[in-house]
């Protein structure tokens, strides 16, 4: 089974950001950035967020396909 998670470290390393910076701009404790990071549904307003931050142009951007099982 397939399934699709937030790449978030390859672009706080791309913006030379801290994942501390990275939840203080998303307004959300470290713990649960991380919480974020291994989830497999994350809501459009934080999609919508991390595509401000990181300057992205397409949500499909911000996420790598992992398979699980």
Do not use: C, P, W
């Not at 959300?28 to 919480?35: F, K």
């Not at 934080?46 to 996420?63: G, Q, R, Y």
């Amino acid at each position: 089974m397939k399934t699709y998670r937030l790449s978030i470290d390859k672009y706080l390393k791309k913006h030379s950001m801290s994942q501390n910076e990275l939840a203080r701009k998303l307004g959300m404790s470290t713990g649960n950035l991380s919480v974020l990071k291994n989830r497999d549904a994350v809501s459009m307003t934080v999609v919508a967020k991390l595509m401000d931050i990181f300057e992205l142009d397409s949500m499909e951007e911000l996420f790598d396909e992992v398979k699980i099982g």
